[in-house]
Antibody
């Protein structure tokens, strides 16, 4: 079964750092583009970042320079390293697989992990 | 950035009704427009990709249409389990963006 399971969320003080993990099963993260999307409480969806199979990356302006997307192929896991966290980074963070050869659509999503930035 | 505007923001309809949600883009997207369903407390679920392609496992009462800057999501016969928020999303250019969502309630 194709599945994504996020972990690593929690309560963190402003200015702090946190790393989210997304463990994949049923497919290889190395063979797909992978993305992070977040959702602030009661709000809509916001795309955060993507990593290509080439390891090139893209980021939303709101996180550029503060967040880093990466993956560990042997562990089949995607990561999001977050630093200089702000209150406005409080959200549920979802990882998603970008389907191969299908219009760059996010076809598989994890259940999400919650990040709360507060003192 | 590409702005996506969904309408309506919310709607209430009865079981069996046909409902249509519109997504308008600030620039042409070719067909790089997708639709997701999000039930309360759950992750988004892909319904339609590339404007009109039904994702595997999604009921055939869902359909998508449009191209360029005007896209639609239709539910032909609303079911109780369709109570959710629906989002459009573009992958035509970075940053990828989402519409603000349309909340569908069952009367």
């Amino acid at each position: 079964e194709v599945q994504l399971v996020e972990s690593g969320g929690g309560l963190i003080q402003p200015g702090g750092s946190l790393t989210l993990s997304c463990a994949a099963s049923g497919f290889a993260v190395s063979g797909n583009y992978m993305s992070w999307v977040r959702q602030a409480p009661g709000k809509g969806l916001e795309w955060v970042s993507i990593i290509y199979t080439s390891d090139d990356t893209q980021y939303a302006d709101s996180v550029k320079g503060r967040f880093t997307i990466s993956r560990d192929n042997p562990k089949n896991t995607l990561y999001l390293q977050m630093s200089s966290l702000r209150a406005e980074d409080t959200a549920i963070y979802y990882c998603a697989r970008v389907a191969l050869a299908s219009w760059d659509v996010m076809d598989v999503w994890g259940q999400g992990t919650t990040v709360t930035v507060s003192s | 950035d590409v702005q996506l505007t969904q309408s309506p923001s919310s709607l209430s309809a009865s079981v069996g009704d046909r409902v249509t949600i519109t997504c308008r883009a600030s620039q042409g997207l070719n067909a790089f427009l997708h639709w997701y369903q999000q039930r309360p407390g759950k992750a988004p679920r892909l319904l339609i990709y590339a404007g009109s392609n039904l994702q595997t496992g999604v009921p055939s009462r869902f359909s998508g249409g449009g191209s360029g800057t005007h896209f639609t999501l239709a539910i032909s016969a609303l079911q109780p389990e369709d109570s959710a928020t629906y989002f459009c999303q573009q992958s035509f250019s970075y940053p990828w963006t989402f519409g603000q969502g349309t909340k569908v309630d069952i009367k």
